[in-house]
C-alpha cells in the first residue's frame, strides 16, 4: 500500500475478530515500529501481548472494578475480549540528563501509532484504549509494572468485522502558519 493512502484509510475498529498477528508476525512489525523516532534511543516502553486466557484474566481485573451489579461486572469483563489480540503498552521512562519525560512519551506514542498502520498495510485493524483501570494497582500487577511506570492502555489488534468508514477529510487551516504571518508584540 502506498504511504499516503496507508496514513488515509487507517481507522479505529471497535469491532475485531481474527485473524490477528501470531508472535512472529507481531516481532517484524513491532521491529519496524521501533524505527519511529526516539531522542537518545532510550526505547522507554514495552509491549505485553494477551491472547486468549490472559485477556479472560484481565477481565476478571476489570470486572473486580466495575460497578456492584452484575450487568456492569459482565460487560467490564468482556471488554477485553473484544480482540483476539491485546498489547498492553507499558511506558517505563528513564532518567536521562537531556531527555524529557515527555518526549520518552511523545517517543513511545511514536511506535504504537507506527505499528497501527504497520497493522493496517498488512489488512489488520486496531484500535488504542485506555481507561481509568490502567491506574488500578491489580492491573498493574498482572502487567508486571514496576515504580515509575505507567501503563497507557492497550493497543488491541485482529481483523476488522466491519469496513472502515471513510474519513471526512481534515481541513489544515490555521493549524499550519507560516512564522512571518504571526504579528509580533510590536
Ligand atoms: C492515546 C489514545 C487513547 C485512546 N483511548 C481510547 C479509548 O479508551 N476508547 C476508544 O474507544 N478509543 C480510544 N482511542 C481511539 C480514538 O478514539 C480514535 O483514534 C479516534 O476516535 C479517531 O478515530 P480514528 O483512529 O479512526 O481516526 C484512543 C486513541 C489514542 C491515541
Redo the contacts with the bound molecule.
Keep these: 500500500m502506498e504511504t499516503l493512502d496507508n496514513v488515509l484509510t ?5 469491532r475485531l475478530t481474527g485473524p490477528a498477528p501470531d508472535d512472529a508476525e507481531l516481532e517484524v512489525l513491532l521491529k519496524a515500529a521501533m524505527t519511529a523516532p526516539d531522542h537518545g534511543r532510550l526505547l522507554p516502553w514495552r509491549l505485553v501481548t494477551l491472547r486468549g486466557e490472559d485477556r479472560v484474566e484481565l477481565g476478571r481485573c476489570l470486572a473486580g472494578l466495575a460497578a456492584d451489579d452484575p450487568g456492569a461486572r459482565e460487560r467490564a469483563a468482556a471488554k477485553p475480549l473484544r480482540a483476539p489480540l491485546l498489547l498492553a503498552i507499558v511506558f517505563s521512562p528513564v532518567e536521562h540528563p537531556k531527555v524529557q519525560r515527555w518526549e520518552q512519551l511523545a517517543a513511545t ?1 511514536a511506535v ?2 507506527t505499528l ?1 498502520l504497520l497493522l493496517h498495510d498488512r489488512g489488520y485493524a486496531s ?5 481509568p483501570a490502567t491506574e488500578d494497582s491489580g492491573v498493574r500487577g498482572l502487567h508486571g509494572l514496576g515504580p515509575g511506570e505507567q501503563l ?2 492497550w493497543l488491541y489488534a485482529g481483523t476488522s468485522m466491519v469496513a ?2 471513510p ?1 471526512r477529510p481534515y481541513e489544515v487551516g490555521p493549524r499550519l502558519i507560516a512564522l512571518a504571518d504571526i504579528a509580533g508584540p510590536n
Design positions: 487507517r481507522r479505529s475498529a471497535n506514542a504504537v501509532h497501527s484500535i488504542w484504549r485506555t481507561g497507557l492502555g472502515a468508514p474519513r
